[in-house]
């Protein structure tokens, strides 16, 4: 058995969710004269590669620390949509099990390709990333709950569409270009899709039900698109911590793993090692 890492580097440069406590780093002693390098490190919970949990909407929810071993790992699948929904767009349930065999309980993990966008990428945009990713509507998060999903990971900023969450009051301009998106794809202003009783929908409506996500995904990812795969998340043993850094990683054995990583050699890299897939259609920006 190996591992395929889903995670995202963590360092000083990794944009935290908008308004939300960057990671900060000092050293409080050196190797000399203190024998040991010892640093001071400060940060959000919602920052790199991370898992919501229940009380993060939840006053009665569950905990990190509460969340066992087996709800964390298990089999899902990894989607890929980035040819079907870019920027501003909605993604739906029927978009997902057109190209994945979702099963009863499964961990879902949704590769919008807005991964390419964050900040280890050499096409980073970090509004593209937080701002502009596509997201889903309530009728994504009945057939969720319909379908026992036991966890969602997003390769992007938010499990929510962006401009159904505090963002579309933060970033006026963003949410006039999102604005006549809808109305140019699906007919209907910003305002009359994504109404009050919805907000934040994946996150208030989702909580109460024990389906939480895992937001900024990415590592491999690329390696591994429209396949069913066994799954884990592995946050700190967080008493009550309302999110966590986590460590995702999909397991393969060892055949499969040969052959993605002879896939992977011969892909770009990130400065970090990770493989770079083709970019999506959707990414037509200037700074690309």
């Known amino acids: 058995m190996k591992f395929i890492d889903l995670s995202i580097p963590l360092g000083i440069g990794t944009p935290a969710w908008p308004t939300y406590e960057p990671l900060q780093v000092k050293y409080f002693k050196r190797l000399a004269p203190n024998g040991a390098n010892g640093q001071l490190v400060s940060h959000s919970n919602h920052l790199g590669t991370h898992l919501d949990g229940e009380i993060h909407f939840y006053t009665p929810g569950k905990d990190i620390a509460s969340l066992t071993l087996d709800f964390l790992t298990g089999p899902g699948v990894v989607?890929?949509?980035?040819d079907i929904a870019g920027d501003?767009?909605?993604?739906?349930?029927?978009?997902?099990e057109e190209r994945v065999d979702v099963h009863e309980g499964d961990i879902l993990i949704i590769h919008t390709g807005f991964h390419h966008f964050g900040w280890d990428q050499p096409t980073a945009d970090e509004i593209a990333y937080m701002?502009?990713?596509?997201?889903?509507?309530?009728?994504?998060?009945?057939?969720?709950?319909?379908k026992k999903i036991k966890w969602i990971g997003v390769d992007c900023g938010s499990a929510d569409h962006p401009m159904n969450?505090?963002?579309?009051?933060?970033?006026?301009?963003?949410?006039?270009e999102a604005d006549a998106h809808f109305q140019a794809k699906y007919g209907q202003p910003l305002a009359e899709v994504f109404t009050d009783d919805k907000y934040q929908l994946m996150h208030i409506e989702m909580f109460p039900y024990g389906i939480i996500h895992a937001e900024c995904v990415g590592g491999d990812i690329d390696l591994l698109l429209n396949q069913r795969v066994n799954i884990g998340c592995f946050p700190w043993r967080f008493v009550d911590g309302e999110a966590s850094i986590a460590r995702i990683v999909a397991y393969v054995d060892d055949d499969e793993y040969e052959a993605l990583m002879a896939k992977k050699a011969a892909m770009p890299k990130t400065r970090f090692g990770d493989a770079i897939g083709p970019l999506p259609p959707f990414a037509t920006r200037t700074n690309i």
């Open 88 to 96: 501003y767009d909605i993604y739906t349930s029927q978009m997902v």
């Open 79 to 82: 989607v890929d949509l980035s």
């Open 165 to 176: 969450t505090i963002i579309r009051n933060w970033m006026p301009r963003q949410a006039k």
């Open 131 to 146: 701002v502009k990713h596509p997201g889903p509507d309530r009728e994504f998060a009945e057939w969720c709950k319909a």
